[in-house]
């Protein structure tokens, strides 16, 4: 069972279209993390979310932690080609000794 | 951030034999994890490598199947044993700094043949 589940699982777009991946839990987190990687590469992090509420910006993307710390979402406006690839999320609770626990992924196909 | 040199990158190996896998660290790290990785899917941690003490593994993952060495506070290895076919995957180190973030290193490819 996984303690994140991220949705969906998929996503095929346009470029220039808008999307959001969503990543929820019935745990609390102490900090949140998004992930991207691209083939033949390890996970890259992109941000790190950790008092509820916060919504943080890089560029055309935008992360958001829920208020009650167990849910985070990442929205990418005007996707390009270059946003291809898996996003993960990761979340680490107060008991979890370092070990982060990984959603299952999207896999985000951006076409032009 | 962190910078994680992996290696090797990629390898394939006869089924029946072992390869170890080295992970080295720019900065002195406490805890050391390794991930294995299906491809197009999330990570599953294998065990986590502290200095001087043994490994901790996680359920479904044992010493004798993926021995690991962390013989100082910038490197450790993972051998994947007595290889077969089911063994293919990514497999990834990783450090936590600041406590909230995990940097990861490039993987390592394995295909077993």
């Known amino acids: 069972t996984q303690l994140l589940e991220q949705s969906p699982q998929f996503l095929s777009i346009q470029e220039g279209e808008n999307l959001t991946v969503y990543c929820n839990s019935s745990?609390?987190?102490?900090?949140l993390q998004w992930y991207r990687q691209e083939p033949g590469e390890g996970p890259v992090l992109l941000v790190t979310v950790v008092t509820g509420g916060e919504v943080k910006k890089l560029k055309r993307l935008t992360f958001q932690f829920g208020d009650a710390r167990k849910d985070s979402s990442l929205h990418i406006t005007a996707a390009q080609p270059g946003d291809t690839g898996l996003y993960l999320c990761?979340?680490?609770?107060?008991?979890?000794?370092?070990?982060?626990?990984f959603g299952a992924g999207t896999q985000v196909v951006v076409t032009p | 951030s962190a910078v994680i040199s992996q290696k090797p990158s990629r390898d394939i190996c006869q089924r029946g034999t072992s390869l170890t896998i080295q992970c080295q660290v720019d900065s002195q790290v406490t805890m050391m994890f390794w991930y294995r990785q299906q491809p197009g899917q999330s990570l599953t941690l294998i065990a986590t490598a502290n200095q001087g003490s043994e490994a901790t593994y996680e359920s479904g993952f044992v010493i004798d199947k993926f021995p690991i060495s962390r013989p100082n506070l910038t490197f450790s290895t993972l051998t994947v044993s007595n290889m077969s076919p089911e063994d293919s995957s990514i497999y990834l180190c990783?450090?936590?700094?600041?406590?909230?973030?995990?940097?990861f290193g490039q993987g390592t490819r394995l295909t077993v043949v």
């Open positions: 990761a979340g680490l609770t107060t008991d979890s000794w370092g070990k982060f626990q």
């Open positions: 745990s609390v987190f102490s900090s």
């Open positions: 990783s450090v936590i700094q600041g406590n909230t973030e995990a940097f």
